[in-house]
C-alpha cells in the first residue's frame, strides 16, 4: 500500500476551462475528504463521502464544484469554468475513523 | 464556529533549542486535538494526537497536552534537530462534525545548524 494518491500533481489551465482531478485512497479506508489550501494557510474542508455517498459538503463548495465516488473506492473533483481564485493545492485524504486520516500530496492548479 | 489559532510564524532556533509552538481553540464540546506536520515537498503528516482533556500526544520527541481549562494544545520539543524544519499545523476534529478536521494558518519553523 502506497498511501492516498493524487494525478495529476500539477494542473496548469486557462481561466474558464474545466480541469478534473483524481483521488485514490488507502484500500481498506471507507472515508474520503477533500481539502484546499491556499499559500500560507492552513487546509480547508471541502467535501466528505462515506464509501460512495456525499455526507458532507462545505459552503466554499460552489455550484461550480463537484465531486464523486462512483464505487466507493477512487474520487474525482471537478472544477467548471475556473477562476483564478481557484488557484490552489487541492488535497484528498481517507481513514477508516475520523479522528486519524491521511493525506496524499495535492494536487497543485494554477489557473491563468 | 470552531476554530483554531496557533503561534505565527516564522520561528526560527538554533539546533538543541527548545520549542513551543503555541495553540488554543473554540469549540463546543470536547472536540480531538491534533498537530499535522508538512516536511518540503511532502504531504501532511499526523505528528500527535489527544483525544480527551489531560491526554498528552507525542511522537518523534514532540508532546503535547490537551488543556480543556485553557482551551489550548501546544506543541513542545526539548531540543530541536535541523530535519524539525518544517510547517507544523494545530487542528481540531469537532464533535459537531466528526467528519471533517478543522486546521490552523500554520506555523513554519527552521532550525539553523
Known amino acids: 500500500d502506497t498511501g492516498v494518491s493524487q494525478d495529476p500533481r500539477h494542473k496548469i489551465t486557462k481561466r474558464g476551462q474545466n480541469v478534473t482531478f483524481r483521488c485514490d485512497p488507502i484500500s481498506e479506508h471507507n472515508r474520503l475528504y477533500w481539502y484546499r489550501q491556499t499559500l500560507g494557510q492552513g487546509p480547508e474542508f471541502l467535501t466528505y463521502f462515506q464509501n460512495e455517498a456525499q455526507l458532507e459538503k462545505s459552503r466554499l463548495l460552489s455550484d461550480r464544484f463537484s465531486a464523486e465516488r462512483p464505487k466507493g473506492s477512487f474520487s474525482t473533483l471537478e472544477i467548471q469554468r475556473t477562476e483564478q481564485g481557484d488557484s490552489a493545492m487541492y488535497l484528498c485524504?481517507?481513514?477508516?475513523?475520523?479522528?486519524?486520516?491521511?493525506f496524499g500530496s495535492g494536487t497543485q492548479l494554477s489557473v491563468l | 464556529g470552531d476554530s483554531v489559532t496557533q503561534m505565527e510564524g516564522p520561528v526560527t532556533l538554533s539546533e538543541e533549542a527548545f520549542l513551543t509552538i503555541n495553540c488554543t481553540y473554540t469549540?463546543?464540546?470536547?472536540?480531538?486535538l491534533f498537530w499535522y506536520v508538512q516536511y518540503p515537498g511532502e504531504g501532511l503528516q499526523l505528528l500527535l494526537k489527544?483525544?480527551?482533556?489531560?491526554d498528552k500526544g507525542s511522537n518523534k520527541g514532540f508532546e503535547a497536552t490537551y488543556r480543556k481549562e485553557t482551551t489550548s494544545f501546544h506543541l513542545e520539543k526539548g531540543s530541536v534537530q535541523v530535519s524539525d524544519s518544517a510547517v507544523y499545523f494545530c487542528a481540531l476534529s469537532a464533535v459537531s462534525s466528526a467528519s471533517k478536521i478543522i486546521f490552523g494558518s500554520g506555523t513554519r519553523l527552521s532550525i539553523r545548524p
Open positions: 469549540a463546543t464540546g470536547y472536540p480531538s
Open positions: 485524504a481517507s481513514g477508516e475513523e475520523a479522528h486519524l486520516v491521511f
Open positions: 489527544a483525544t480527551k482533556a489531560d
